[in-house]
Structures are given as C-alpha cells and as structure tokens.
C-alpha cells in the first residue's frame, strides 16, 4: 500500500465510525506527510496499531497495523477534539487525483464534510459539491479533477 491508500482507508475508517468531519492535511515535499483528523472518539489510542485490535468487530484491525509497518513515524492521537492521524512516506509518485476524487465521492454518499488541503490548496466538499452536484460518475470527478487541479506529481496533465 502506499499513502494514497492509507489515507483512504483511513477515512473509509472515519465513515464507518460514524464521524462527520474529516479533513486530510497532505505535504509533498522530500517525505509525503499525511495528517488526517476527525470528530470521532478516541477509544483504545494506545494499542491501536497492535494487530486485530479494533472497536468494531472480529476479522477486523489490521489497517493501523500494516500502516505502522509501513511507517514507523505513524501516530494517532487527540488534540482539540479530534482523533489525529499522522505518517509520513518517502517521496514517491502517487495518484493522489485518483484517490481524492473518490474519496470526496465517498464522503458525499456518506453525508461526511471532508477537505484537503494538498500542499496549501484547501479543497472543502461544500466547494465540490456547488460545482458538481452529484459526485458518482467518472465526467464528473474528472471535471473535478482538472479544475481543483488534483493532479499527480510525476503524472502527465489529463
């Protein structure tokens, strides 16, 4: 998996803890630094990223632990009222466009405020959605695209 991924696992995660808010905070620079935070509780942070821990079921807990393979430096905490998670990955290219598109598609099916703010370009889902309305088809979240710029470092332009 590589930081595209985790961020949207994570916020699928968000979702399905019923969270209502969640902004991703992504810097590319000579490390990808991820930060996403939500209004959700803070149950269990300290065994969080042991394998099969989780508050939702058997079969379960198996995300925070590959990701904190995958990147030591991930941590999750709490700070002004919301659950915090941060990791950060060694530069590498991504499909960043790709993965926000949908995860604003997701967050809209699911009635959830998202933004992201990818390298100082905040982009709030009520902005989206003003322009686009519906976010479930490929035209549209490769309007979505182009406009708010979400392109892929090291990706030619669409």
């Not at 399905?16 to 942070?45: F, M, P, Q, W, Y």
């Not at 309305?133 to 710029?149: C, H, I």
Request: proline share 2%; hydrophobic share 35%.
């Amino acid at each position: 998996m590589d930081a595209p991924d985790f961020l949207y696992e994570g916020v699928k995660n968000s979702i399905e803890a019923g969270c209502t808010e969640i902004d991703a905070i992504v810097r590319l620079s000579d490390r990808i630094k991820v930060t996403l935070a939500d209004n959700g509780s803070a149950e269990s942070l300290a065994c969080a990223f042991e394998e099969g821990v989780s508050s939702r079921g058997e079969g379960r807990g198996k995300g925070l632990f590959l990701l904190k393979r995958e990147c030591p430096d991930a941590e999750l905490k709490r700070a002004a009222g919301k659950t915090v998670l941060s990791f950060s990955f060694p530069e590498q290219e991504c499909r960043w466009s790709q993965t926000l598109a949908f995860i604003f598609s997701l967050c809209q099916s699911h009635g959830v405020r998202f933004t992201a703010d990818m390298d100082g370009r905040v982009i709030r889902q009520e902005e989206v959605e003003s322009r686009y309305g519906n976010l479930s088809n490929a035209l549209t979240l490769a309007l979505m695209k182009r406009e708010f710029g979400l392109y892929d470092k090291g990706v030619e332009k669409e």
